[in-house]
């Protein structure tokens, strides 16, 4: 008899995919909530490019893969977003008096 238990992969919380998945979505969540701008999948893609082509300005690391950047968003407006170099991709937005203040 097999053991249906040992034939599964053990994959922990989730995959890498849907782990980027749900960061996009928090990060788009975070940009309605505290800029009022929309992102789609390509400005969101573009925001990232900024930041691994060191056109956005660094303003803080947190540990080897968090970084907090400053980046100018599509409608010219300048924010506040921490970015996690291991999956190169935005994990939210904060603003201006989040980050003096350290609210994150």
């Known amino acids: 008899m097999v053991n249906l238990l040992r034939t599964k992969q053990k994959r922990g919380f989730g995959s890498r995919k849907k782990t980027d998945k749900l960061l ?3 990060a788009k969540k975070r940009a309605l909530a505290r800029y009022h701008i929309e992102l789609n999948n390509e400005e969101i893609a573009d ?3 900024q930041i691994m082509g060191k056109q ?3 303003k803080q690391i947190f540990s080897i893969n968090r970084s907090l950047w400053a980046v100018t968003l599509p409608n010219g407006e300048q924010a506040y977003t921490i970015f996690d170099k291991k ?3 935005v994990v939210t937005f904060l603003t201006e008096e989040m980050v003096a203040y350290r609210h994150y």
């Open 24 to 26: 996009k979505k928090h």
């Open 47 to 49: 925001i990232n490019k």
């Open 56 to 58: 956005a300005r660094l």
């Open 87 to 89: 999956r190169k991709t």
